[in-house]
């Protein structure tokens, strides 16, 4: 499985956006974002990009943002991670049969990359997928992460269109579900409650119990 250098250069924005931000946030990471979790895993969580105070800083996907604030808390309701997450990389927090990688490895302006950068990560996530032995479920969040899944497996969006706690079938034993980002926007607006949040794993535990 290939993984992007710290010094990409796919993406002349983004790679200006890195420049720019090793002069003025020296202590952040500052490069492509590995995944969390064991390759083993049966499920692969698959977020937006790394946030700016958050995974680019920490170089933990989720870690340091309200997204994560969400997210590693639910992981852990449904046994998909032990420990205590404390919004740290060096908090002692271990996944269990999950990993978590990102659409677009780097951060981008503003939190949003533009078609042509998820084009170019997009090898990298397919490589992700395909490198998981025991995958079964893809869970994306948000609707870019739903549409990058699917073109990784050369499926129509029309065949596969997006909804909260949205299932499908990609073939190849895998299966897609879909959430709204746990970004702070959406679980402030009251888009995504913890409540809905929590049904989306809940189903993804039965699925996993057949």
Do not use: W
Not at 67 to 94: K, Q
Not at 161 to 170: M, N, W, Y
């Amino acid at each position: 499985m290939t993984q992007p250098s710290p010094d990409c250069a796919l993406c002349p924005r983004l790679v200006t956006f890195r420049a720019d931000n090793r002069r003025h946030l020296p202590d952040s990471l500052n490069a492509p974002v590995a995944s969390f979790g064991a390759v083993d895993s049966a499920l692969l969580v698959v977020g937006l990009a790394p946030g700016l105070r958050g995974a680019n800083r920490t170089g933990r996907p989720f870690t340091g943002d309200a997204a994560g604030d969400l997210l590693y808390p639910t992981l852990l309701a449904h046994g998909f991670a032990e420990g205590v997450y404390d919004a740290r990389p060096d908090d002692g927090l271990v996944m269990c049969n999950c990993r978590i990688t990102n659409a677009v490895r780097c951060v981008p302006p503003d939190n949003k990359p533009i078609k042509a950068e998820i084009k170019a990560c997009r090898d990298f996530l397919r490589q992700e997928i395909n490198a998981m032995p025991r995958l079964r479920i893809l869970l994306a969040l948000g609707h870019i992460a739903h549409d990058a899944v699917l073109a990784t497996r050369d499926k129509k969006r029309r065949d596969h269109p997006f909804s909260h706690g949205g299932e499908h079938t990609l073939g190849e034993g895998l299966r897609l579900f879909n959430s709204y980002h746990c970004s702070r926007y959406n679980t402030n607006t009251g888009r995504l409650t913890p409540a809905m949040f929590d049904a989306v794993f809940a189903a993804i535990c039965r699925r996993l119990s057949d």
